[in-house]
C-alpha cells in the first residue's frame, strides 16, 4: 500500500449514508474509494477511534486489494502477524456483505496454511459467521488475536486488519443505564446523539455546542465525552434538571437552563447539535388532519427557533412517520422551504434516515448552515 495515501476499512452502522456523512464530517480530506451498503473505502484516514465515532462498527487497515480470491494473500499476512510469537494464536475473518462460503473456505484454508508452517492457531468464528463487535472485542482485541476483515465489490477484494471496534458496553451504559430519565419521553440513541455532534462540530476539537432542546442531556453528554463545553436549554424545568444530573454523573459541567427555543438566546455559541422536537409521541400513524396539524406547529415552531439562530451550523432531527415500515411523511417538506427563505440551507447531499424496526415515528437528520 502507498504509506502516503492510507486506507481504511469502515464496517457501517445500521444507517449507512448517517455513517457515510459523520466520517466525511470528522475527517473532511478523506476520499471515498469504494462504497457498499456494508462498507466503504476510505483514502487519507490513517485511523478512526470508535469511541469518537457513532455511526462505525468496525475500522480496520488496508494491507491489500486483489481481484484474485484472497486465500493466499491472508495466509500470507496472517503468517507474518504470527511468525514471532508462541503459543496457540486466535485469529478470525469477516467478510461483507456477509458470505458462509466465502468466510468457511477462507479459515479452513488459513489454518491449514498455517499449522502447515508449525504455527498453532484457533479461529474465532462461530459457524463460520462473522464477529460481532462484542465477539471482536473478547475474542481478538483482548487476547491479542488479529482480526481480517474482508471487503468484497464485484472483482475487487480488500483486505484489511481489524484496528478499532465500535465500544459497544459503552454505548449500552449511556443507553439503558441512565440514572436520570422519563420513560413516557423517546430516548435519543447515544450512537445518534454522537453522530449529531459529529456533523456540527465536524473536525473541530473544542467548541461551544449548544443543544436548545437538551431533554436529559444525552447529546450534552456525548459532546463532553468528545471534548466540548457544553450549553442547554429546554422548556421543561423537570428535563433541565435531569441534564444536570446526568452531566454530572461523568463530571461534565455544563450552563444549562431553562429556555423556549422560540425566544434567542443571549449567550455565545459556535453549533447546534439536537434532537429537536419530533411533535407528541406516536403509537399509531396520525392521520392527514392530524398530520397537517403537527407539521403546521412544528413548521411555527422552527421559524421562530432558525429565525434568530445565528451560528456555523446545525445539525438537528425532523420527524418522519413511517408507514408499514417505511419512511413516507416528512416534516422537513414543510420545514425546510421555511427556514430556507431565513437563509438557512440544507448541507447533506443526500437523505440521511433514521429509524428502527417498529416505529411510528422516526427521524430525518439535517446538517443546515446558513448563508
Given at each position: 500500500?502507498?504509506?502516503?495515501?492510507?486506507?481504511?476499512?469502515?464496517?457501517?452502522?445500521?444507517?449507512?449514508?448517517?455513517?457515510?456523512?459523520?466520517?466525511?464530517?470528522?475527517?473532511?480530506?478523506?476520499?471515498?474509494?469504494?462504497?457498499?451498503?456494508?462498507?466503504?473505502?476510505?483514502?487519507?484516514?490513517?485511523?478512526?477511534?470508535?469511541?469518537?465515532?457513532?455511526?462505525?462498527?468496525?475500522?480496520?487497515?488496508?494491507?491489500?486489494?486483489?481481484?484474485?480470491?484472497?486465500?493466499?494473500?491472508?495466509?500470507?499476512?496472517?503468517?507474518?502477524?504470527?511468525?514471532?510469537?508462541?503459543?496457540?494464536?486466535?485469529?478470525?475473518?469477516?467478510?461483507?456483505?456477509?458470505?458462509?462460503?466465502?468466510?468457511?473456505?477462507?479459515?479452513?484454508?488459513?489454518?491449514?496454511?498455517?499449522?502447515?508452517?508449525?504455527?498453532?492457531?484457533?479461529?474465532?468464528?462461530?459457524?463460520?459467521?462473522?464477529?460481532?463487535?462484542?465477539?471482536?472485542?473478547?475474542?481478538?482485541?483482548?487476547?491479542?488475536?488479529?482480526?481480517?476483515?474482508?471487503?468484497?465489490?464485484?472483482?475487487?477484494?480488500?483486505?484489511?486488519?481489524?484496528?478499532?471496534?465500535?465500544?459497544f458496553a459503552k454505548y449500552k451504559f449511556r443507553d439503558y443505564e441512565k440514572k436520570f430519565r422519563d420513560a413516557r419521553v423517546g430516548q435519543l440513541p447515544p450512537k445518534l446523539a454522537q453522530i449529531l455532534v459529529n456533523l456540527a462540530a465536524r473536525d473541530s476539537e473544542k467548541l461551544k455546542i449548544l443543544d436548545p432542546f437538551c431533554g436529559s442531556g444525552g447529546i450534552l453528554v456525548e459532546a463532553g465525552l468528545l471534548g466540548h463545553e457544553l450549553f442547554g436549554s429546554d422548556v421543561d424545568p423537570r428535563m433541565v434538571d435531569f441534564s444536570a444530573k446526568n452531566l454530572a454523573e461523568f463530571n461534565f459541567t455544563g450552563d444549562i437552563f431553562v429556555h423556549d427555543a422560540r425566544q434567542k438566546i443571549s449567550k455565545k455559541f459556535d453549533v447546534v447539535a439536537t434532537e429537536g422536537y419530533l411533535g407528541p409521541p406516536r403509537r399509531t400513524l396520525p392521520d392527514e388532519k392530524m398530520r397537517g396539524k403537527i407539521f403546521a406547529e412544528l413548521e411555527n415552531l422552527y421559524s421562530d427557533f432558525f429565525g434568530w439562530l445565528d451560528c456555523r451550523r446545525a445539525a438537528i432531527c425532523f420527524p418522519i412517520y413511517l408507514e408499514n415500515g417505511a419512511p413516507k411523511f416528512f416534516a422537513s417538506k414543510n420545514i425546510l422551504p421555511k427556514i430556507a427563505a431565513l437563509g438557512w440551507r440544507m448541507q447533506n447531499s443526500e437523505k440521511l434516515i433514521y429509524s428502527r424496526p417498529g416505529q411510528i415515528v422516526g427521524r430525518e437528520v439535517v446538517v443546515l448552515s446558513k448563508n
Open positions: 500500500m502507498n504509506s502516503k495515501n492510507p486506507q481504511t476499512l469502515v464496517i457501517l452502522g445500521r444507517n449507512p449514508a448517517i455513517s457515510i456523512a459523520e466520517i466525511r464530517a470528522r475527517f473532511p480530506n478523506s476520499k471515498i474509494c469504494a462504497r457498499e451498503k456494508e462498507f466503504a473505502i476510505f483514502e487519507n484516514i490513517d485511523e478512526i477511534d470508535l469511541k469518537k465515532v457513532g455511526g462505525v462498527v468496525k475500522s480496520g487497515a488496508i494491507f491489500a486489494h486483489s481481484l484474485d480470491f484472497p486465500i493466499a494473500r491472508i495466509s500470507e499476512f496472517l503468517e507474518s502477524e504470527f511468525a514471532e510469537k508462541s503459543g496457540k494464536q486466535n485469529f478470525a475473518i469477516s467478510v461483507f456483505p456477509e458470505n458462509f462460503r466465502t468466510t468457511k473456505t477462507l479459515l479452513v484454508g488459513a489454518k491449514k496454511f498455517l499449522r502447515e508452517r508449525k504455527i498453532s492457531v484457533r479461529f474465532a468464528n462461530k459457524d463460520f459467521a462473522n464477529l460481532s463487535s462484542a465477539q471482536s472485542e473478547f475474542e481478538i482485541v483482548r487476547k491479542n488475536g488479529v482480526e481480517i476483515l474482508v471487503a468484497q465489490s464485484g472483482k475487487n477484494w480488500w483486505l484489511a486488519k481489524l484496528k478499532s471496534v465500535q465500544p
